[in-house]
């Protein structure tokens, strides 16, 4: 066991974790160089596209050290998205040390103290490391200063690295090597094992992904797991070397993965511990914090008999990802769907992606809102995410909505321009700190209504993407709510309503009154399109008729013979318009979702 480490790379987005991963897999000579391929960890399509990583990834590195002993080096690849950090407290619960990789011209940013945070609370050995020494830009100097002065690191044992032209890859594997502590555990005591992460394969079922505190583990075995009893005899053990590696035994200290044919995605919970039936361990491993979704929207398919593809695909999704959260939801506009809790708006994105790509579905979704409290007349008090169970105005005494507490990190010059953002969306501005000569942190509190709905673009454009943001929910704060509902043709559909702050629900209204009439196609008749809040209309755009001339053959002679004609072509637009049925395209509910921006 002295010679397995179990360690994982965190890092603010963009740092270069995943190319240094590619870095040391190359180094340890795990993928010959004909099958190699950039961000090999990454095996979804859409991290390939989009250049983030969504899922932890885990791989097991055999490297020979230059003292002469073999070691076995654990590494677990995490996300740097702020949407992402339940992926990495998983991740961190599993190791015993962490590379803190920081950006040699980008310094110190928001989530690397976030992230740092979180390694400190589950006593991780942490190792900084500067990365991207390669640029013209690089001034590993200030990064120093950093390091100690906003991480209160040591400075002098920072490695210094670039990982996209491979220096100092060595220095890595040496450093993981001598400077993290290698795991402990009795491999002869009953079986101990975090879950931290499982995936799904339609051929072998569900896969569990887990580290072993103690014990050890094998085919045949008979595992439980803690939170619900189940069992299962186990088919297959093995690590992770990019493919599966079957092994006789897995024991202490080490991460591996189990096939036990776990048809159910539901019995595997990430944070859950595995014993074995006959002889089980007293205590279960304390788990991860529990996820908290913070944004809601719904989720229909666009032709209701595809339904059934969605509740598959759903409940094969929420394996690979345990932080999504769904209940089932009807609409008299779209038919049945699910009502889904996400970790942000880069999440909702995602989860509809993989749904679309991975499960070939066409889907709507509604637009997205946070979790609302209301306390009613009798002091009773309820808490909505959806539009659609927003009761009568007249019973609620007052409402309230969640705060964050968000920070920024931005270069001085920016300073105005990220305080006119923040105060346009009812921030409070409760205090900054210069953390050198010319960065600073900006501390604000958010109502996380005004985050959720384009805040991230407008925060990285004004700031020429120099800003770092990163958030922690606070409490709730007495709001003025309102519903606003869109009206097309006079009827209301409810998948276009919004809970909006009373001062922000004009502006809402009309842009989501413009978006539609660019998106409805014209029609015999003419289309109204309203946003109301009860009663009292607030905005409108009209859809404008086809028209069809009638008074073509009508040349010359009197003017009432015209009239006549355009008069009896009113009367059937009236009547056409009594029993017309507006088709809204799935296009137009997309185009609610996306901001100006966008």
Known sequence: MKNIRNFSIIAHIDHGKSTLSDRLIQATNLVSDRDFKDQILDSMDIERERGITIKSQAVCLPYI????????????DTPGHVDFTY?????????????????????????????????MEHNLEIIPVINKIDLPSADIERIKVQIENDLGLDPESAILVSAKEGTGTEDVLEGVVKNLPAPSGDPEAPLKALIFDSHYDPFRGAI??????????????????????????????????????????????????????IKTVSDIRCGDTITLKNQPCKTPMPGFKDVKPVVFSSIYPVSSDEYEDLVAAIDKLKLNDASLIYEKDSSA???????????????????????????????????????????????????????????????????????????IMTPERYMGSIMKLCLDRRGINSN???????????????PLAEVVYDFYDKLKSITQGYGSFDYEII????????????????????????????????????????????????????????????????ARKTVSAFRKDVTAKCYGGDITRKRKLLEKQKKGKKRMKMVGQVMIPQSAFLAVLKTDTD
């Open 65 to 76: 050290a230059k003292d002469g002993l073999a070691y076995l080096l654990n590494l677990i």
């Open 333 to 407: 506009a779209l038919g049945f769907g699910f009502r889904c809790g996400f970790l942000g708006l880069l999440h909702l994105e995602v989860v509809q992606e993989r749904l679309e790509r991975e499960y070939g579905l066409s889907l709507i979704l509604t637009a997205p809102s946070v979790r609302y409290k209301l306390v009613m007349n009798d002091g009773s008090t309820s808490i909505i995410d959806n539009p659609a169970l927003y009761p009568d105005p007249a019973m609620i005494e007052h409402t309230e909505e969640p705060f964050i507490r968000a920070s």
């Open 87 to 119: 992926e990495v407290s998983r991740a961190l619960a599993s190791c015993e040390g962490a590379l803190l990789l920081i950006d040699a011209s980008q310094g110190v940013e928001a989530q690397t103290l976030a992230n740092l945070y979180l390694a």
């Open 475 to 538: 409490d709730y704060r007495q709001t003025d709510l309102a519903k606003l509902d869109i009206l097309i043709n006079g009827d209301r559909v409810d998948a276009l309503s919004q809970l909006v702050h009373r001062d922000r629900a004009v502006e809402r209204a009309r842009t989501t009154c413009e978006k539609l009439r660019d998106e409805i196609p014209k029609q015999m008749f003419k289309i109204a399109i309203q946003g109301a809040i009860g009663g009292k209309i607030i």
């Open 208 to 261: 569990v992904n887990f580290r072993i505190f103690q014990g050890k583990i094998k085919p045949g075995d008979l595992i439980s797991f803690m939170s619900n009893n189940v069992v299962y005899r186990v088919e297959e053990v093995g690590i992770f070397q990019i493919k599966r590696v079957p092994k006789k035994v897995i024991s202490a200290g080490q991460v591996g993965y189990a096939i036990a044919g």
């Open 432 to 446: 900054y700190q210069y953390l050198t000569s010319d960065r600073l942190e900006m501390i604000f509190e958010l």
